[in-house]
């Protein structure tokens, strides 16, 4: 049996932690995969800065996944993921070191990018 995917915004309302959000993103990337729609990424979900307490990454990553998969699956762009209010003051990489951050400036996807998230090319991929 399949399960349905539950719109973002519901998917991520009671988020508390960033493991939670780990598994969560997985599971719906998974779930939009199978069936790509602009009413699973349409609403804006809510701010968990201050759940999690991880400075806005989740709320920024949030943003740039789905327009990341609007991109992708020639889908609109959500109204919510535009402007600053989901971008990180300062830039954040998914690595520690110096050479891997130089790779993640380089190929981080363009809806990453742009909200200060460095992270490697393939960062939504799912086997």
């Known amino acids: 049996m399949i399960a349905t995917a539950r719109p973002m915004r519901e998917a991520f309302a009671d988020i508390r932690d960033e493991q939670s959000f780990g598994y ?4 719906f990337l998974d779930r939009f ?20 307490g991880d400075n806005g990454r989740a709320d920024a990553f949030l943003a740039s996944t789905a327009a990341f998969l609007a991109n992708q699956h020639d889908l609109p762009e959500p109204t919510w993921t535009q402007g600053t209010s989901r971008a990180l003051d300062k830039p954040w990489f998914a690595a520690k070191s110096h050479n891997l951050r130089m790779v993640l400036l380089q190929e981080s996807p363009a809806a ?14 799912r086997a």
């Open 24 to 27: 969560r993103l997985r599971d």
């Open 33 to 52: 995969r199978d069936n790509p729609s602009f009413e699973l990424i349409s609403e804006e979900p809510r701010l968990l800065s201050q759940s999690i």
């Open 112 to 125: 990453f990018r742009v909200r200060n998230l460095f992270v490697s090319a393939n960062a939504l991929h």
